[in-house]
Structures are given as structure tokens and as C-alpha cells.
């Protein structure tokens, strides 16, 4: 998976870094006083992901928890993000991953414990109130979630701490450390779901839906709180159809009920994304419906078309038994 | 005419004889189909000599080829390699980069200012890549500015680092240059493919036809059948139209394929503006009805058109252009 491995010099004696290194063992390793002395300080194409995909190992320094944009979440509460990670190794088309970043190399971040300072530093910031923390933002989540052995380090927090929220968005089906964590009432998984079609087409290296399913199905059984995203939202002509059929098979074995949340979001990029994915995949499906630039320099559907989707499916949600009190819609005015 | 580049004279030796390469002037050959340019050693002069050929001659293509160091003991000696995406360290790493045009299995390089010859400053630069040269940013860099299409073709000529004999090289050129052409005469030359022209079925003004690319362009990266889909259109088209007006009424409806609402969002604001258009007043709406907002334009010239206009006031509800605003459109 990864060509070479770059690891700062000051986590030489950390445990975890022997860890992870055991899994890759045909990865050259490299030593470096800063991960950022080589990663980001080129324009590294966003696509050279798929032959020479490098890992860097640090410690994160500055500002690890940070706010949230408006209409990130839940309305009426609090949202942050945290820094765990850089970059991902899925390969999905709209990712605005692809324009964020000079290079595509992923950096884990091994000092969660500072992480966890942090965030119990802004938890206090804001006393009586609910504050998410979601994971996920510039990267996935579960993905690596078995060698980076974050999930125990965030969950003492977590369970001292019932006002904190944590969202862990995924689009992996990676469970393994997960089932083996105690289900707190305020840790949420959070799967993002896309039709077959999409799945296969646009979200590339990532788990076919079928096995998206059952990791939401086992995450549940094993009394895991969940959300689900159904984001990015990609107009076809059958675009309803296959929604429709999405929702169908999540009840095969989800009790629906049981879901905390389901978001609902079309896709969109900002004009450096756009542009960068438009590079990228030239080709791609998620092209065909007419974008616009509307004003706040985010390229997406036009107002009414995804309102209209947006309407639609939601309608299609409640439709199969979802409350509606339970669906919002993404970065929706 | 294609242009062939070349750091060292010793590079390039074999094929100024074998394609019967013509002096042009200092360092530059041509015949009817290439250009061969020497650019000597280093960006510096890389930007000093092919800046001014690639403004004289018509270049549609580009090529380098030379020799590069290995910057991983995994690089096999005497191999060729491809180059995918080219960086460049003058000291510091520069930020910019170029990804040439390229086939599978293709290698970075990174370009360095000066020769590299001590082992650090080999571990330094294989930080960002796995093959070093002095002169392919550089190219890579003008090409970029002028649009032209660049391969590079690196045959692999020693471990870069303390070992390097730049000596020892010098005298291999000869040998260098039979491998390169050799390697140049198994290449398949790509062909130029140009872009096929997408024609409407019916003549359409300037303005139309850039409409009629771009829908045309988006609608057959879905999985619809675009000839199907425009034959079915065609034959709706009532024959009684004027050439614009047939022209547009094809536009439109591709353009349904691509906003299924976009008629329908019209249509409904037209409706909600009769009151106002009947009392010779305008709602002039965002171009993509995007923002939820309109400006009501009207010339006053009478006391009616104020007691006109005071009326309307009455008819005209906000919530209800909110609604189209929401996604309140039939489809």
C-alpha cells in the first residue's frame, strides 16, 4: 500500500510507530525532523495516489480541534472537527481532498492524546451545551483506524465526558477495533451510503454497498449508535430509482428506528475542486447535470434542481419508515 | 514538427546522423519533420536556449531524452524509464511540478540545480523522487507555458551520490546515445489525435453551437443513449419553427436532460410574474434563479402606474416564489 514511510524523528521509540510498521513491511522507511519538510512542500498530483502513495508518521502540531462550518451537522448544536489524519486511501471523484492538499501522501497523527486535551479544552469553552466532534474531515475515519489505535485513545474522553458528541464518518467497513469498544450513548458511526451504481463508479477503492450494508447491520448489533449519510447526492435520470432501492435494502436487517440520524446532501465543490476534479476525471458520470457557481464560490446544482432532489428523496426516506424528525439536509441554506 | 531535447551534444550525436539532422545554428538541427535542440547543462540553460526555439519553430510535440542518476537502489542500472510528474530542488524543493504526458509504469524524477554528488544530497532529493536530472523542470516548465505536450525518456546511468563519475560518463556518451536512439526507434510514436468536432444537425448561430458542445459534452458522459435521445427530440420539433427557433427548442431539451427542473422552475416564476408583467412592470430574477431574491423594475410616468403598483403589492407573496425556490416544481 504505501512505497515509502516517513517517521519523525521524535516518535523513533513510540510503540504504535513499531506497530504499524509491522504491517508494511515491504514499505521503505525513512527518518525526518518534520513530516512537513517533505509532504505538501511540492505539488504532488492528486492522482499519483494510485503508484507511489508514501505514509508519514507525526505528531500534529498547532491547533488539533477546530470549528466547524455552519450547517455541518445537527442544527442547534456545536460542531468541531479534529485533526487525526490527512488524506485517504479511497478514491472517491468528488473528494474535496483532491484541491485541498499539495500532495496526496498520507499523514497519520499519533498524538491523540493532546487531541484529547484539546478537545476537552473546547468541551469547556462551551459548558451546557452539546459539542460534536467529528472525525473524518480530512480523511476516513475507520479506514486505518486498526493500525492507528485512535478509537481507545479518544474513548476515555468520550465516556468521562457525555456532553461531548463523536461522529466517526466512514466509508470503510473496518470494524475491528470498533466491535471491540463499549457503545457509548454518544458515539455515533456514521456510514455514507450511495447507490450501487455510484458506489461502483465514482466512489473508487472504497467497499462495495453490500458490505457497507452488513458493517452498519454488525456496528448496530454490536449496540453501536448510527448515522447515516447519504452525501454526495449525484443527479441521473435514475437517480430516484436507485435511491429508492438503496433505502429498501437498508431495512433489510437495520432496524431504522434505531438510526440517530440520516443526512441528506447533493454534490458540490468549491472552484478549486471542481476544477482539479474535472482534471482528474475528465470522464466521469458525475458530470453529466448542469453545474453552477453559486455565490458562495461553490460549484453545485442549480437552487431549485437540489432542492428538488433533495425533497424528493427525503420524502422517499420517511416513505420507508424514517422519522422525519431524524433527516437534514447537508450545507443546505 | 516535433522537438527533440537533449542536455549533452554526446546525447544526441546518434541521432543527428541517423535522421540526417541539418545544422540550423548553435547546438540546433532540424530536417523537415524535427528539431533537435542541445540545451547544455542545467535549468539555466535550459531557459536561456529552448525558449527562443520554441517561439520560432511550430512544435506540436516534444521530447527529452537523456541520461538520469538513481536515487533508490532499486533502479536498475542501463534501464529506461519514462517519466510521469517532474519536481525540481534548487537548494529548497520548489512547489510547482509538471506530470508529462505519459504511459503506464512511467517514474518521477526530480531535477536538481546542481550535480549531485554527495550521498546526503541524494537522500534528500529521493525524498520526492526516485530518479534525478539537471534539465527536465526546466523543459518541463516552457513546455507548460506554450501548451505543448512533453515526453521524457531517462535512460538510468548511475547510483546519483558520492559514486558519481561525471569523468567516467562524459565517456560513455557515445554509448549512451546508440541506446537512446535505439530505444527512440522502438518507441510507437503516438498519434496526434485531434479533437473530433462535435456538428449539430441543424445550422446554429455562434453562441448556440458553444451551448450545443457543452451540453453535448455532458450528456454523453451519462449513461444514456445521447443519438437516441437527440433523434427523439428532432422528431418532436414542430417543422413550422424558424431555423432559431428549432435551434433553441433541441438546446432546451437537451438541456432537461442536465436540469430537469430548468423549464418548469421558468415556467412557474413566468406564471408568478403575470400580475406584475400586466401592469407593465418587470421581476428580474438571478440568471440560475439561484439566489432567493428579485428586483421589481417599473417606469413611473403616472399617478395610476403608483396605484398600479400599490395593488400588486397585494397580489405578489413572497412565500409563494419561496416555494419554487425550495423545489416546489412539477416535474
Known sequence: MFETIFIENELKQNPRVDSILSRFKNSRIKYLERYDSVWGRVKKPYLSKRTNLNLFLANKKGQLVKEAPNAYGVEGEKHFYFIHAFNCIYECQYCYLQGYFNSPDVVLFLNHDEIANQMQTVLDQHPEETVWFHAGEFSDSLALSHITGELEAYWDFFEKNPRAKLELRTKSVNLKRLVHLKPLDNVYASFSLSPESATKDIDLKTPPLKARIAAIRKAQKNGHKIGIHFDPVIYKESVFEEYNNLFSSLNDGINLNEVSYFSLGVVRFTSQVYNEAKRNYPSSPMFAAQFIKSSEDIVRYPRTMRAWILNKLKDQLIGHGVKEGKVYLCMED | ?331
Not at chain 2, 174 to 182: A, G, H, P, Q, V
Not at chain 2, 253 to 275: G, H, I, M, Q, R
Request: net charge negative; hydrophobic share 40%.
Open chain 2, 1 to 331: 514538427m516535433n522537438l527533440l531535447i537533449f542536455a549533452h551534444r554526446g546525447e544526441a550525436q546518434e541521432f543527428i546522423k541517423n535522421l540526417a539532422l541539418k545544422s540550423a545554428g548553435k547546438d540546433l538541427y532540424l530536417n523537415e519533420d524535427f528539431v533537435l535542440l542541445i540545451t547544455g547543462e542545467g535549468i539555466y540553460e535550459v531557459f536561456t536556449k529552448l525558449g527562443p526555439v520554441l517561439g520560432e519553430y511550430p512544435i506540436k510535440k516534444a521530447f527529452n531524452l537523456g541520461i538520469a542518476g538513481a536515487l533508490e537502489d532499486t533502479i536498475g542500472l542501463d534501464d529506461f524509464h519514462e517519466i510521469k510528474t517532474v519536481y525540481c530542488h534548487t537548494g529548497r524543493p520548489l512547489f510547482q511540478s509538471f506530470t508529462l504526458d505519459h504511459q503506464k509504469d512511467a517514474l518521477d524524477l526530480i531535477t536538481s540545480d546542481e550535480r549531485v554528488l554527495s550521498n546526503t544530497h541524494a537522500m534528500k532529493l529521493s525524498n520526492f523522487a526516485p530518479l534525478v536530472d539537471r534539465e527536465l523542470w526546466a523543459i518541463a516548465k516552457l513546455c507548460n507555458e506554450k501548451s505543448i505536450p512533453l515526453r521524457s525518456f531517462k535512460l538510468i546511468s548511475d547510483m546519483a551520490g558520492g559514486a558519481t563519475d561525471c569523468f567516467d560518463l562524459k565517456q560513455k556518451a557515445m554509448e549512451f546515445s546508440t541506446k537512446l536512439l535505439e530505444f527512440w526507434l522502438t518507441l510507437e510514436q503516438p498519434k496526434h489525435s485531434e479533437d473530433s468536432e462535435v456538428l449539430p444537425p441543424m445550422p446554429m448561430s455562434f453562441t448556440q453551437k458553444a451551448r450545443y458542445k457543452a451540453l453535448t459534452k455532458s450528456i454523453k458522459l451519462s449513461d444514456l443513449d445521447f443519438k437516441a435521445l437527440e433523434e427523439n427530440i428532432l422528431n418532436d420539433i414542430g417543422p413550422s419553427l424558424t431555423a432559431k427557433q428549432k435551434a433553441n427548442a433541441l438546446l432546451d431539451s437537451l438541456e432537461l436532460v442536465t436540469n430537469p427542473v430548468k423549464l418548469a422552475t421558468k415556467t412557474k416564476f413566468d406564471k408568478l410574474s403575470t400580475p406584475a408583467s400586466e401592469i407593465g412592470a418587470k421581476l428580474i430574477f438571478d440568471k440560475s434563479f439561484e439566489k432567493k431574491k428579485f428586483t421589481l423594475q417599473m417606469e413611473i410616468n403616472d399617478q395610476k402606474n403608483i396605484e398600479n403598483l400599490s395593488k400588486l403589492a397585494d397580489k405578489l407573496k413572497f412565500s409563494d416564489f419561496e416555494k419554487v425556490w425550495n423545489g416546489d416544481v412539477d416535474v
